[in-house]
């Protein structure tokens, strides 16, 4: 799982939808691979306005990474190509292949497996199965 990907998910769970506590989920027992991959600096630029900073800061803390800017880099600051190198490094190559995500509402957590999260809730946690009799 890219690191990226975990700016993009929340918790599944019906009861968190309506918590800001559920963003970010938080990685634990997270073990890391670095797989570099061609850097793309031009997507880099165009995925920077849809990242929520502050869930980055948190997740790259937790992750060990050194700590990014306090303020999300815009303008010229997106011209620097080691801040893009960076960001490229954390966001795209570095991948989580074991451990799992916890949500802080609820504290589910969804296992990280292979490189694979499992996003599918217990029963007991998520909505109704459809039913052909309804």
């Given at each position: 799982m890219?690191v990226?990907?975990?700016n993009?998910?929340t918790?599944?769970?019906?009861?968190?939808k309506t918590?800001?506590?559920?963003?970010?989920?938080?990685?634990?027992?997270?073990?890391?691979?670095?797989?570099?991959l061609?850097?793309q600096?031009?997507?880099i630029?165009?995925?920077?306005p849809?990242i929520?900073?502050?869930?980055?800061r948190?997740t790259?803390?937790?992750?060990?990474?050194?700590?990014?800017?306090?303020?999300?880099?815009e303008?010229?600051?997106?011209?620097?190509?080691?801040?893009?190198k960076?960001?490229?490094?954390l966001?795209l190559?570095t991948?989580?292949?074991?451990?799992?995500?916890?949500c802080?509402?609820?504290?589910?957590?969804?296992?990280i497996?292979?490189?694979?999260?499992?996003f599918?809730?217990p029963?007991?946690?998520g909505?109704?199965?459809?039913s052909m009799?309804?």
């Amino acid at each position: 799982m890219k690191v990226i990907t975990a700016n993009f998910v929340t918790c599944a769970v019906k009861e968190c939808k309506t918590s800001p506590a559920s963003f970010p989920l938080h990685f634990h027992d997270a073990e890391l691979e670095q797989q570099e991959l061609e850097f793309q600096p031009e997507f880099i630029r165009n995925i920077i306005p849809r990242i929520d900073w502050e869930a980055l800061r948190a997740t790259a803390t937790e992750l060990g990474f050194p700590s990014l800017p306090d303020i999300k880099p815009e303008g010229e600051a997106l011209d620097n190509e080691q801040t893009l190198k960076d960001l490229h490094r954390l966001l795209l190559e570095t991948h989580v292949s074991e451990g799992k995500l916890v949500c802080g509402n609820c504290s589910h957590a969804y296992m990280i497996k292979e490189g694979i999260a499992n996003f599918l809730l217990p029963s007991h946690l998520g909505e109704a199965p459809y039913s052909m009799l309804d």
